[in-house]
């Protein structure tokens, strides 16, 4: 019985589901034909074009565009349709200023043979004298160039003497604190800076008095006569 209710119900869904594709059928393609009648049924106007006279745009016509209302579009006209086009044909020729342009144009970009000469032999006489202006440096350069070997040899000899004797003076300095304060001291440390400003002190009494003593003996020696010392 469940079995049998079950195929009825079933039947009934099929019967409604063909029902409702058929409408959707009918209904699209009645749309179709609607369109095609619409379609079918319209006729646009002919524009009205005139292909025997030629188009010559008004100029104080606000709907004319501006490229048309040209001198070059003027050109185009006339030599498009001639006397027809209703140009004036001195109208067309370059004014005084557009011809000096004209003019100079050409002038820089197709100079006569003679400028082109000139322009070529001016160009060769700087490049030789850039050539031999540079080869005279070249030349004093190499000239120099010993003396310039010497001198950065010497150079070099006394940046190694000096750093040599700084190093020396500093490890001085670094066994003389040892055996002051009994310890190694840091070359960075203020006992150290104070015991180096100590000495420099020191060894400039000692070139002062060194230096009074040398005037000093150089003044008590006794001056010898000019003839004494001739004879």
């Not at 009648?37 to 030629?54: H, I, W």
């Not at 043979?113 to 050539?131: C, G, H, P, S, Y």
């Not at 604190?177 to 190694?184: D, I, L, M, Y």
Request: contains cysteine.
């Amino acid at each position: 019985m469940a079995a049998s209710m079950l195929c009825r119900r079933t039947a009934v869904l099929c019967r409604s589901l063909t029902g409702i594709s058929s409408q959707k059928t009918v209904l699209s393609a009645s749309c179709r034909n609607g369109l095609l009648l619409q379609t079918a049924s319209y006729n646009p106007k002919p524009l009205k074009l005139n292909l025997r006279e030629p188009y010559i745009p008004d100029k104080d016509s606000e709907k004319t565009p501006e490229w048309q209302k040209t001198a070059r579009y003027d050109r185009k006209l006339f030599g498009r349709y001639g006397s027809a086009s209703g140009v004036d044909p001195a109208s067309l020729w370059p004014s005084h200023e557009e011809l000096d342009k004209i003019i100079a144009e050409e002038n820089e970009w197709h100079p006569p043979l003679e400028v082109m000469q000139k322009n070529i032999e001016a160009r060769e006489k700087l490049e030789t004298e850039k050539r031999l202006a540079k080869e005279k440096i070249i030349a004093d350069n190499m000239a120099k160039m010993p003396k310039m070997v010497a001198d950065w040899r010497r150079e070099k000899h006394e940046s190694k003497r000096k750093l040599k004797e700084e190093k020396a003076q500093r490890t001085k300095l670094l066994a003389e604190a040892r055996e002051r304060f009994g310890f190694a001291v840091d070359p960075r440390s203020p006992k150290f800076l104070e015991m180096v400003a100590e000495i420099e002190k020191e060894e400039r009494k000692k070139k002062k008095l060194m230096k009074r003593r040398l005037k000093e003996e150089q003044a008590a020696a006794p001056v010898t006569p000019p003839a004494a010392a001739a004879s």
